[in-house]
């Protein structure tokens, strides 16, 4: 009987980890979107959790760790001479790492946990790719933990709104607003995020548009100015 029912909690954790589509306990590096199904993830689901936020590893208990590179952010930066620039060199900086707990159920609440290193493209402070999320009535909390940045936000008619996040500053983003962070401090930029986890991340509308804002550094300060590739659908 025990044996029985030992068999059916392992095969019902490998169900979960199947739907999710990657190895919950053993990701290490995973590019975020190529997770197929996430909101079918049945691991967490329903379980009461506490986590300690550690800088060492983010936040612990976490299950998706993402690392984005400038190869991974090629189309993003304005200045495109200085990103090839760099990967010609055979370089490829890590300008963010985020840690997740996915939830995946309507109802619930996924936490993300990013580091934005400090560094610039050319003139353009490191950022986040950016998102509208899929479900557009969804709306995120940012939570600053550590150094300092902008907080980019763009409606589907390329209006922008640009907010401060440092510790112990909160942000609201509204359901229909894209989001992009921006460290233009010299040191880490590390924030809490937390959004519905059915909310889902559209990144194609902002990888062919773009922002209509950059921000840069000008005499020293982070400066916000007209973005010279912005596409207006
Ligand atoms: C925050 C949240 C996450 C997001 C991450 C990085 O933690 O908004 O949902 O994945 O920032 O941003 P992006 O997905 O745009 O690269
Ligand atoms: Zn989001």
């Not at 390329?158 to 894209?178: D, Q, S, W």
């Amino acid at each position: 009987m025990i044996l029985l029912l030992f068999t059916v909690v392992i095969v019902s954790l490998n169900i979960g980890e199947y739907l999710i589509g990657v190895n919950l306990k053993n990701v290490d590096t995973i590019n975020l979107s190529s997770i197929p199904g996430r909101q079918r993830c049945l691991m967490l689901a329903g379980e009461p959790y506490s986590l300690i936020l550690s800088e060492a590893d983010g936040i612990s208990s976490y299950k998706v760790k993402v690392e984005r590179r400038l190869s991974n952010l090629r189309e993003y930066f304005s200045n495109k001479r200085s990103v090839e620039e760099i990967l010609s060199k055979g370089e490829d900086p890590l300008i963010y790492t985020v840690y997740e707990i996915p939830r995946g159920a309507e109802g619930e609440l996924d936490v993300g946990y990013t580091i934005i290193y400090p560094g610039k493209i050319g003139k353009e402070y490191y950022f986040t790719k950016g998102h509208f999320h899929a479900k557009d009535f969804t709306s995120e909390v940012y939570i600053g933990m550590r150094g300092e940045g902008k907080i980019l936000m763009q409606d589907r008619r390329g209006e922008t709104k640009v907010l401060e996040i440092k510790p112990n500053v909160l942000v609201y983003i509204p359901p229909g607003f894209a989001h992009r962070s921006i460290n233009t401090g010299n040191s880490e930029l590390v924030f809490l995020a937390i959004y519905p986890s059915d909310a889902g991340h559209d990144y194609d509308t902002i990888r062919k548009t773009g922002f209509a804002k950059i921000v840069i550094e000008k005499d020293g300060k982070p400066i916000l100015v007209d973005n010279p590739n912005y596409v207006r659908l």
